[in-house]
């Protein structure tokens, strides 16, 4: 159980690439990305042995390919890795990069990572931690939601004059 093959791209245009194994992943790969919505979202397609994970954000796509015992935790912990870095590195250069501008310097990135979240023992906790931190993360925003505050308006008045 490995995670095969990994991309970043800007729609159909791919930005940085590794695979850890030989075969036709990027020709599989440039058919999956030509159908997928610009919208942020994430997502699982399975076809055949495989499974193709992917997290669209701002137009972004962080797509991996796994074998079909690989759990959905893991693959999504390593594209929310590999996201993070990304954008911390590229920022907004990512929207205007031509094909492959950013391959040299970040397929060694999604190397290093693909190992990391591999190895069942090194991605376990990380992806725990990360799980439990969404799941806070959802729990306070229903609780802000849900919350009846009936003096609500009355703290935005006083914020908008003080005196």
Same mark, same amino acid.
């Given at each position: 159980?490995?995670?095969?093959?990994?991309?970043?791209?800007?729609?159909?245009?791919?930005?940085?690439?590794?695979?850890?194994?030989?075969?036709?992943?990027?020709?599989?790969t440039?058919?999956?990305?030509?159908?997928?919505?610009s919208?942020?979202?994430?997502?699982?397609?399975?076809?055949?042995?495989?499974?193709?994970?992917?997290?669209?954000?701002?137009?972004?796509?962080?797509?991996?390919?796994?074998?079909?015992?690989?759990?959905?935790?893991?693959?999504?912990g390593?594209?929310?890795?590999?996201?993070?870095?990304?954008?911390?590195?590229?920022?907004?250069?990512?929207?205007?990069?031509?094909?492959?501008?950013?391959?040299?310097?970040? #397929?060694?990135? $999604?190397?290093?990572?693909?190992? *990391?979240?591999? !190895?069942? @023992? /090194? #991605?376990?906790? $990380?992806?725990?931690?990360?799980? *439990?931190?969404? !799941?806070? @993360? /959802?729990?306070?925003?229903?609780?802000?939601?849900?919350?009846?505050?009936p003096?609500?308006s009355?703290?935005i008045?006083?914020?908008?004059n003080?005196?």
């Amino acid at each position: 159980m490995a995670i095969l093959f990994a991309v970043v791209a800007r729609g159909s245009t791919v930005l940085a690439k590794h695979a850890c194994f030989s075969g036709n992943f990027l020709e599989v790969t440039e058919q999956i990305l030509a159908r997928i919505p610009s919208e942020n979202n994430k997502l699982t397609y399975s076809h055949g042995s495989y499974l193709f994970h992917y997290i669209c954000h701002e137009r972004i796509v962080y797509l991996c390919i796994t074998d079909d015992e690989f759990e959905r935790s893991r693959a999504f912990g390593f594209l929310s890795e590999v996201k993070k870095r990304f954008q911390t590195t590229y920022g907004s250069r990512a929207q205007t990069a031509l094909p492959y501008a950013m391959n040299s310097e970040f #397929s060694s990135t $999604l190397a290093a990572q693909m190992k *990391h979240h591999s !190895d069942p @023992k /090194g #991605s376990d906790r $990380l992806t725990e931690t990360q799980m *439990h931190v969404d !799941d806070l @993360k /959802g729990i306070m925003v229903r609780n802000i939601v849900h919350c009846d505050w009936p003096n609500t308006s009355t703290m935005i008045q006083k914020h908008e004059n003080p005196l």
